[in-house]
């Protein structure tokens, strides 16, 4: 069973950043990828970025957000930089067993939720 919480949303102007963070419970947190999400009302959970043994970056945040994870804290992290409006959405930390997906329902375990919104 892994518990996940996630912090640092905000409201931010386009072009800035954000750190988003989220702490796990587990003992086991290194075998299990990582990932966030995001999603918009409407519309379906957006994968964002993982790591496991690779990291996997959506081409829409490619070179402007980085993932990065410290197995002895039990934590991931995800730096936002250049943010745009069309960042904007609820993030959500998520784990699974195994590799990385980008699908949604592959993935077992689910933080809350931070909203991130990016004004223009």
């Known amino acids: 069973q892994v518990q996940l919480v996630e912090s640092g949303g905000g409201l931010v102007q386009a072009g800035g950043s954000l750190r988003l963070s989220c702490a796990a419970s587990g003992r086991t947190f290194s075998s299990y990828a990582m990932a966030w999400f995001r999603q918009v009302p409407g519309k379906e959970r957006e994968f964002v970025a993982g790591l496991y043994s690779t990291i996997r970056y959506a081409d829409s945040v490619k070179g402007r957000f980085t993932i990065s994870r410290n197995n002895a804290k039990n934590t991931v992290s995800l730096q936002m930089n250049s943010l745009k409006p069309e960042d904007t959405g609820d993030y959500y930390c998520?784990?699974?067993?195994?590799?990385?997906?980008?699908?949604?329902?592959?993935?077992?375990?689910w933080g809350q939720g931070t909203q991130v919104t990016v004004s223009s």
């Open positions: 998520a784990a699974k067993r195994g590799f990385i997906s980008t699908t949604w329902t592959e993935y077992d375990y």
